[in-house]
């Protein structure tokens, strides 16, 4: 049965640990795994911009001694050339496996579900699975186990904010989350779906953050969506500034999964600061996705 990678929610918490455990072994000592994937090779098919997931998943399979080989849509005709089957039965001769950032989730799932290559979902409209597991690894890094932690999320109800929903429910952490009410509301029907045990949704910023041991925000407007003005204006006060940092406990870290609008979402003052994680997050992507990749292909 071929694992793929498209969604937290299709995982026991049993997995999602065991790649967080092999990240750190790689991590603490990666000249030791430079042979892990030998000859093993990763196929890379971005429809959106990337520059964190392609640079960690490039270099990341390359330090573990497997092949990365990028594909441009139009060079392949994705789509248009041939049957999708075909296409990824072709690429299936050569690569072991897949990572694909679009904009069409239930197109990833129609991909994984054809069963011919493990399909990693490198962003979707829908989900970001690869950044949370990654930002959970940073998360407990700094401040201990994820599930002693209350996390706060500033900003859009979006692809990266559905993965920390799912998040909370399999590592059974607090969410707490502040988005404008008319977000909520054109989102209600999918929230009400996630039956969520662990997330509570805030329209008051100072009472979502409060307490909490991290912050985290992204983008108002993420790739692809339309009508960026209004959504901006919609958001203008759910900004993570000093402020709302100080409604935090007091050694609470800020994330972001980047790239950053600064001084939209969040101020220099906030993402420079000393409370920030974001590089360290950035340079976590690696360690995990090396340890995502051992897993879809040994376990
Ligand atoms: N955080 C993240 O996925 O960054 P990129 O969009 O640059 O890959
Ligand atoms: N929500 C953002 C995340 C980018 C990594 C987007 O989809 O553009």
Redesign the pocket.
Known sequence: MIKHFIDLDSFRKKELRQILSFAQIIKKNPLKYSSLLKSKSLGLLFE???T??RLSFSIGMQKIGGHVIELNKNDVGFESRETTKDLLKTMSQYFDLLIIRNDDHNKLLELASLNILPIING?S?YS?PC?ILSDIFTIEETLGKIENQTIAWVG?L???LISLLQAAEIFNFKLKIAVPESILISNHKMIKKMNLRYSKFFTQISKAVKDTNCVMT??W?????KNSKSKKIILQDFQVNDQVMQYAKKNAIFMH???AHRNEEVTDSVIDGKQSKVWQQAQNRMYVQQSILNFLLKS
Do not use: A, F, I, Y
């Open positions: 959106k911009q990337s964190r997931t962003l409209n970001h950044q859009d979006n692809n990266v992204d983008v407007v993420s790739m692809g969506e999964c980047l790239p």
